[in-house]
């Protein structure tokens, strides 16, 4: 038995290649939320068919997926899902929109997929959630609301939202297990490719390949053959710490995960020295592939300054309890000038911590974490997830 680890090749920085768009994409796609329905749905199904439960809060972390699912669900069950109130309306206290929702009836099934977008945290801003609240607490029809987990927080300290309604669900965070079978299962490939996911300074596999597959059980053996042989002369494999450091980094968020997974990916042009099943290109629709995966010490996490300012952590804060904003409302919530918002939004921007689509500004699932620590530190109110 010889020391298997000085004789692997180790890949160089420099071999590494970023993959194809078309290789994420078929590797490590976007997260499809529509495979948690039928768990939701199992846990939903009870209460709605009995009606046990009136009111059912669904919590969950940003870039959990949790609303995506909910949404999916409530089509899938043909429930209304009932569309937030704009700003305006919360902001003037206008009463239509929760009359027309009264209208509708109180014993049908409904769901509100963004409870987060029904207050906004104003001296103006919290009379229509607490009508609601109120309303949903009381009302005999069963229905599902689903609530940002850092929202859910606020309703909790402010309007003790939480004496209201039973304990809210959420989804489990994802461990290294977890993790290791939902990336696995990314892969959308429908002809006959393989690709195993190896550490490129040590080659251990950060997935372990599948035992009754050939090329995996051939580089396995040809990895292993030095280190140690079952009885059954399969190869046991090893596996790199990397997934279970990205559960603790992400706190098993599934959004959060899955970008740092996709930043982690790289490619090397493979030669015919490497093995004879591997082609010539990495982009071409060969059989076999090696993916390279860079190892937890040599990830870019974004971090914020330590002289991030108060102005700073406010908007990051304000995001968090209300989701995507507008800059104009951001000036109608937070006691700054326009000029100050928009010049951090624009340098937020630029360090990838935020993004701007349709006007709206949003958080990044590479920057949260990050953000979420900096809260922390300054004590702010955070969420339980």
């Known amino acids: ?41 199992e846990a939903l199904e009870k209460g709605l068919t009995t009606r046990v ?5 669904v919590v969950g972390a940003p870039f959990s997926g949790i609303t995506e699912t909910l949404e999916h669900w409530a089509k899938h069950r043909g429930i209304k899902i009932i569309k937030p109130p704009s700003p305006e309306t919360i902001l003037n206290q206008e009463q239509q929109w929760l009359q ?22 104003h001296h103006h801003g919290l009379k229509l959630i607490r009508q609601l609240l109120q309303w949903l607490s009381t009302r005999p029809g069963y229905c599902v609301l689903g609530c940002s987990s850092w929202a859910w927080a606020y309703f909790s300290k402010a309007l003790q939202a939480e004496k209201l309604f039973s304990i809210p669900w959420t989804l489990g965070a994802l461990n290294q297990e977890r993790l290791q079978q939902w990336f696995s299962n ?5 002809q006959q490719e393989t690709f195993i996911f190896r550490q490129l300074d040590n080659g251990d596999f950060v997935i372990p390949p599948s035992r009754d597959d050939s090329f995996t059980k051939r580089t396995t053996q040809k990895r292993f053959t030095s280190v140690s042989v079952d009885s059954d002369d399969t190869a046991r494999t090893e596996a790199s710490t990397f997934l279970t450091d990205l559960a603790a980094y992400s706190r098993g968020n599934p959004g959060v995960a899955w970008a740092l997974w996709r930043q982690s990916l790289q490619g090397v042009p493979e030669t015919k020295n490497d093995d004879h099943d591997h082609a010539s290109d990495l982009d071409k629709p060969t059989q076999n592939h090696t993916i390279w995966v860079k190892p ?11 002289s991030a300012d108060r102005s700073t952590l406010q908007i990051l804060h304000t995001l968090l309890l209300h989701g995507p904003l507008p800059a104009s409302l951001l000036i109608e919530l937070l006691p700054l000038s326009g000029f ?27 920057g949260y974490p990050a953000v979420r620590q900096a809260l922390e530190e300054e004590g702010y109110l955070l969420d339980s997830l």
């Open 1 to 41: 038995m010889g020391d298997s680890k000085s004789e692997e090749p180790i890949r160089a920085q420099d071999e590494l290649k970023s993959l194809s768009d078309e290789l994420y994409a078929q590797i490590a796609p976007e997260p499809d939320w529509t495979e948690l329905v039928t768990a939701l749905n």
């Open 53 to 57: 439960s009136q009111a059912q809060i």
């Open 100 to 121: 027309r929702l009264e209208e509708e009836g109180s014993a049908r099934p409904l769901v509100i997929s963004h409870l987060e977008r029904c207050y906004l945290r």
């Open 186 to 190: 990314l892969n959308t490939s429908q």
């Open 296 to 306: 937890w010490s040599q990830i870019q996490h974004l971090a914020l300054s330590e």
């Open 340 to 366: 100050e918002i928009r010049r951090i939004l624009t340098y937020l921007e630029y360090r990838n911590f935020l993004i701007s689509a349709r006007g709206q500004w949003q958080l990044t699932p590479l």
